[in-house]
């Protein structure tokens, strides 16, 4: 069965830095992997999604992520944080009967 | 296009209540998902429909548990009798298709407390 992991629960960046988000995936066949932000009080948004070609990929929002075929992983990541980008990072990946299956999220907190 | 629309955004009940969740998709989109979302079992999928037509309902957790969509442009979910575990925030969303291509818009979620 499908599963995704996202080890971090809570992560705390300075705005400015740089961000980088994990996520393992565990799925038989090619994944189809997701990106999504939930902000305070929101439903999700899709930030990205890869399914196949170039490793790296561009979303919205200045984000970008890896995947990583050997390593099982579809890391997030943003070079320069603002504070708006305060919020819960899920991963996803697409299973069979084309379901979404969610990590447990990362909740990022930004400090001025 | 307004998004998804959920009604209330906030519930309040106390155990043995009915509780019917409101949502309205996106005008021309074909599918609806119910999900649910709780501190212990994350993020997962209750049910979703193809114009109208529940497809798959393996996620509803037990008889309590119903959804409807009696037309393309509103679907209810309703627990009946509520109980506290009940308690989390169910999220409606919707899509054009279904697959990879075809993302889903998510409403901003009906916060559900049941005392």
């Known amino acids: 069965a499908q599963s995704v992991t996202q080890p971090d629960i809570h992560i705390t960046v300075s705005e400015g830095a740089s961000l980088e988000l994990r996520c393992n995936y565990s799925?038989?066949?090619?994944?189809?992997l997701f990106w999504y932000v939930q902000s305070p009080g929101q439903g999700l948004q899709l930030l990205l999604k890869?399914?196949?070609?170039?490793?790296l990929v561009q979303g919205i929002k200045g984000f970008e992520a890896e995947f990583k075929r050997s390593q099982s992983s579809f890391n997030l990541r943003k070079p320069s944080v603002h504070w708006s980008d305060a919020a819960e990072y899920f991963c996803?990946?697409?299973?069979?009967?084309?379901?979404?299956?969610f990590g447990g999220g990362t909740r990022v907190l930004v400090k001025p | 296009d307004a998004g998804v629309i959920q009604s209330p955004r906030h519930e309040v009940t106390e155990m043995g209540q009915e509780v019917t969740l409101r949502c309205k998709p996106i005008?021309?989109?074909?599918?609806l998902f119910w999900y649910r979302q709780t501190m212990m079992r994350g993020l997962e999928l209750l049910i979703y429909?193809?114009?109208?037509?529940?497809?798959?309902d393996s996620g509803m957790p037990e008889d309590r548990f119903s959804a409807k969509m009696p037309n393309a442009s509103f679907s209810t979910l309703k627990i009946q009798p509520s109980e506290p575990r009940d308690s989390a925030v169910y999220f409606c969303?919707?899509?054009?298709?279904?697959?990879?291509?075809?993302?889903?818009?998510f409403g901003p979620g009906t916060r559900l407390t049941v005392l």
């Open positions: 969303a919707s899509s054009l298709a279904l697959g990879r291509l075809h993302e889903q818009f």
């Open positions: 799925y038989g066949a090619t994944p189809y």
């Open positions: 890869y399914f196949s070609g170039d490793t």
């Open positions: 996803a990946v697409e299973a069979a009967g084309n379901k979404l299956t």
């Open positions: 005008s021309g989109h074909d599918y």
């Open positions: 429909f193809n114009n109208n037509v529940p497809i798959d």
